[in-house]
């Protein structure tokens, strides 16, 4: 186990402190309870108090979303463990005032007991102070496998969605809600953050608790309207502090799907999938519950089923009347107790569009940012596809469970533009991302297209004015093939030697150069070299990437320069053997003064300064009769010396350099790969 921490039975008290020190909105409450709460508590005690809480391990959930508009405090228990009744009574006792308090809980069975135990306390110690409690389910996993519905098998998958699509099977979707519906072990897990904010916003307005609490059972409750639906996938476990192992292992090319957030298996392993298959199989699961019109529902081939459909949203307004009918029985119980429920200030405005969602993207722990944004483009694009309207956008670490690799989606179905006032209404909590914004309706909204008039294309076609002769550029041509080939043929010793003093890239990075130079070999016309040198320029930097990418094209883009301007003085329009040698020598500058190295720091140059010197040298002592065989013998040895050279350096310039004595004793790869390409020259047929 490897982990930032000091001991790993202090791991939450000790990130407590780490939270309230670092903010002024925070204040811990004294004592070993665990206990967070908002700084301007005593201040808004004419609010309902909203309190959420569990194991930690979930950061930033969640003292990273107490805060305004947000929850009033947050009780933590140990890692994946839950709170005791006396943390959460302490809690509620510092922040609760005469409107009262929430408490919003994740369906699991710790939670829900000691949750529920501390507001049986409260009934007779703190009997002016009416608590209610909130659970949250929307994880649909186990329920999906429970009535055989899910499937991650991708055939399968689009096999049961043709024949749904076919069949029109809307009593199917039907039933499936219903069963979900039914059950009553559903894990709470991301779509609880969405809570937080929503009823947040409620709270901050002055909402009372029969408001929230109808609020909540009518729009958000995912047992009671079905509208908010979470489901993951793992592709790594993670190891709590106080165990030091990992709760479940993974092969290289296995994920678990429909994982929870506490370490534990998913419902089915399976194989490791494309994004865009992952993406898929969890929106189309979330799908089958999430109650969007029905005359929508896979809409790619339901045109000529309207009767059905209709006939089934007829189904669903009925179910939805009676929820609210019974939520309403609910808060009317409640006024028995002497919190008077006023009509008049019900929330209102209801929506039309059914298929417009909340989409949240919750990074488990350690999935890099990069696979984020993948899985982001790949989900907004899906919902696209099926129709829907994406009217907020959460991305982010939300609800981690340590350090797992995976991420989960929750969809919350708009049935009320309230939703999107309350998800927008500005927290300080440092948890909740500060750019919620509504994502572009149209991919191609998100590209810059340059004004007709402009290019965006390199002009150079006057570099092709510089030629030489034919014989000469079947030459120059060779001797480019000859170095590609030879780079190709080393990558693996390149990488080999790369990985010792580097992060083990360049054998594939000039592997991938010579192949996209050879693959444009015939869009490149050798007898203008000045135009060659460039294309071959604009070649590297469109297709390779990092340091050796960028001092390969320079090379090619000042030699390129300083041949067409040493060529065309005076009006000559032709290469003399010294402009090849001094353009060469100039190629080199370029690469010195980008990279800030010379000779004897350890790089490429150590390979490359003296080859270029010894041809230099050759060009202008031989120039009425330059012998180029020869030339190539005398050069391949001073780069061959050059490379050997840098096996007792140290390394200066470069990510080598980060590495100090540990490079000694390794021949440099980059001025490895030099001596390659010029000992590859040795080969050309005159």
Not at 101 to 130: H, T, W
Request: charged share 20%.
């Amino acid at each position: 186990m490897k982990k930032i921490i000091n001991n790993p039975l202090n791991v939450v008290s000790e990130m407590i402190d780490g939270f309230t020190q670092s903010s002024r909105d925070l204040l811990k409450l004294k004592g070993n309870f665990n206990v967070v709460v908002r700084s301007d508590y005593s201040q808004i005690k004419d609010r309902v108090a909203l309190i959420s809480g569990g194991g930690s391990g979930h950061e930033p959930a969640h003292i990273g979303y107490i805060g305004n508009a947000m929850l009033t405090g947050a009780v933590c228990g140990d890692v994946f463990a839950s709170p005791s009744a006396k943390q959460i009574f302490m809690a509620i006792k510092s922040v609760a005032g005469k409107m009262g308090c929430i408490l919003i809980v994740k369906n699991y069975m710790g939670d829900n007991g000691s949750f529920s135990i501390a507001r049986e306390m409260c009934k007779s110690q703190l009997p002016d102070i009416r608590v209610e409690i909130i659970t949250v389910d929307d994880d649909i996993s186990s329920i999906l496998m429970k009535i055989n519905e899910f499937s991650t098998n991708n055939n399968n998958n689009n096999n049961n969605n043709n024949n749904k699509n076919n069949n029109n099977d809307n009593n199917n979707i039907k039933d499936i809600r219903d069963k979900y519906k039914s059950v009553t072990n559903r894990r709470g897990i991301a779509g609880t953050v969405l809570v937080h904010k929503i009823l947040g916003g409620l709270a901050e307005q002055g909402k009372s608790i029969d408001e929230i609490l109808q609020f909540y059972n009518e729009y958000i409750s995912p047992s009671k309207s079905l509208n908010l639906v979470t489901m993951g996938v793992g592709l790594s476990s993670c190891i709590i502090p106080s165990v030091g192992s990992p709760s479940f292992t993974l092969g290289e090319k296995e994920m678990e799907i429909g994982l929870g957030i506490h370490g534990e298996f998913g419902i089915e392993k399976v194989e490791l999938k494309p994004s865009k298959q992952i993406i898929k199989s969890l929106i189309d699961n979330l799908l089958l519950i999430l109650p969007y019109s029905n005359n929508n529902n896979n809409n790619n081939n339901n045109n000529n089923n309207n009767n059905n459909n209709n006939n089934n949203n007829n189904n669903n307004n009925n179910n939805n009347n009676n929820n609210n009918n019974n939520n309403n029985n609910n808060n009317n119980n409640n006024n028995n107790n002497n919190h008077n429920h006023n009509n008049s200030n019900n929330i209102d405005g209801n929506i039309d569009n059914d298929k417009s969602l909340i989409v949240l993207i919750n990074n488990l722990g350690s999935t890099t940012g990069m696979e984020m944004a993948i899985a982001t483009n790949d989900c907004l694009n899906y919902l696209n596809e099926k129709g829907f309207t994406v009217e907020r956008l959460i991305t982010g670490n939300l609800m981690t469970s340590l350090e797992m690799a995976g991420i989960s989606i929750s969809l919350l179905l708009i049935k009320n533009n309230q939703i999107i006032n309350l998800i927008d209404i500005q927290t300080n909590a440092m948890g909740w991302p500060n750019s919620v914004l509504k994502p572009y309706k149209n991919k191609g909204d998100s590209i810059l297209t340059l004004d007709e008039n402009d290019s965006n294309e390199i002009k150079y076609d006057h570099l092709k004015s510089i030629t030489i002769s034919k014989e000469n550029s079947e030459i120059l041509k060779e001797m480019v093939l000859l170095g590609c080939n030879s780079l190709i043929e080393n990558t693996n010793k390149l990488t080999d030697l790369d990985k010792q003093v580097g992060d083990g890239d360049l054998g594939t990075t000039l592997e991938n150069l010579s192949q996209s130079i050879k693959k444009s070999f015939d869009t490149i016309p050798f007898d203008k070299p000045c135009y060659a040198f460039r294309k071959i320029s604009l070649n590297i930097q469109e297709s390779i990437g990092g340091s050796s990418g960028l001092f390969y094209s320079i090379f090619f883009l000042r030699l390129s320069n300083s041949l067409y301007e040493r060529s065309t003085v005076d009006g000559k329009n032709q290469i003399s053997t010294q402009d090849w040698g001094l353009s060469l020598i100039d190629a080199v500058n370029a690469i010195k003064e980008l990279g800030k190295a010379d000779i004897g720091d350890c790089t490429m140059l150590d390979s490359l300064i003296p080859a270029i010197n010894k041809i230099n040298q050759c060009c202008k002592d031989n120039e009425k009769s330059f012998d180029l065989l020869n030339t190539l013998k005398l050069v391949s040895k001073e780069a061959q010396l050059g490379s050997e050279s840098t096996i007792e350096m140290i390394a200066k310039k470069g990510r080598s350099s980060y590495l100090g004595e540990r490079t000694s004793h390794i021949m440099d790869p980059g001025a490895h790969a030099i001596e390659i390409i010029f000992k590859s020259f040795l080969q050309l047929k005159i």
